[in-house]
Each structure stands twice: as structure tokens, then as C-alpha cells.
């Protein structure tokens, strides 16, 4: 399994931006397809964007269209989220994930195999 660690959170005034990272380790990184999620305090982990294995397809869930773009770089096994004119209802805990292969289901958490720790992102209002 690739080994993935975030970075990149930290708190923001509202309408700011930041750039989340996560590195891969450990494994054929251009194998996996990647997502974002995020956690709030007492709520469920939601998807926030996926990518595809080559970059080329992409999707997102409704709240961030328009604001966040999911991007990676399979020479620095790497993919990022850049986030933009962030609202206080973004803030949460962000993990990055890597799937095999989702299919269909590229937004349900169940069907990614690794995780990362977490980066924390605050927006104050």
C-alpha cells in the first residue's frame, strides 16, 4: 500500500486560500487514483474532490465546485488541493486517500485503501 502524508492546512480568513499537498510513498503512485476528504468535529468523512491516474478527469462535490481544484504531479508523486475563497463551513480536518480503482463510486471513502493523517484547516469568519 502507498504511504501518504498532508500538508499545507492552517487558518485562513474567510475569502482566503490555501494549497493542501500530499505526498505518496511506498508504492506506484501513478497506479492509484486519488481523492481529498474532509472531516468536521462530530460529522462523517465527505468526499471533497478525486482525481484520475493520469490528471485528466476530475470531479467534486457541489459546495467546492467552482472553488477548489484537485491537480496532481506523478513525477513528485504528489497531488494537491488548492482552495479558494474559502468559507468558514470548509473548515474541518482534510485527508488525501489513493484507490485502486473506484469506478463509479470515486466518492465513497470505502473504496479508498490508504489514508493519510490529516491536515488541519481553519476558517475564521
Known amino acids: 500500500q502507498v504511504q501518504l502524508v498532508e500538508s499545507g492546512g492552517g487558518l485562513v480568513q474567510a475569502g482566503g486560500s490555501l494549497m493542501l499537498s500530499c505526498a505518496a510513498s511506498?508504492?506506484?503512485?501513478?497506479?492509484?487514483?486519488m481523492g481529498w476528504f474532509r472531516q468536521a468535529p462530530g460529522k462523517d468523512r465527505d468526499f471533497v474532490a478525486f482525481?484520475?491516474?493520469?490528471?485528466?478527469?476530475?470531479a467534486y462535490e457541489d459546495s467546492v465546485k467552482g472553488r477548489f481544484t484537485i491537480s496532481r504531479d506523478n513525477a513528485k508523486n504528489t497531488v494537491y488541493l488548492e482552495m479558494k475563497n474559502l468559507k468558514p463551513e470548509d473548515t474541518a480536518e482534510y485527508f488525501c486517500a489513493a484507490a485502486r480503482n473506484s469506478g463509479a463510486f470515486y466518492f465513497a471513502k470505502e473504496e479508498y485503501e490508504s489514508w493519510g493523517q490529516g491536515t488541519q484547516v481553519t476558517v475564521s469568519s
Open positions: 511506498g508504492g506506484t503512485f501513478s497506479n492509484y487514483e
Open positions: 482525481i484520475d491516474r493520469s490528471g485528466g478527469s476530475t
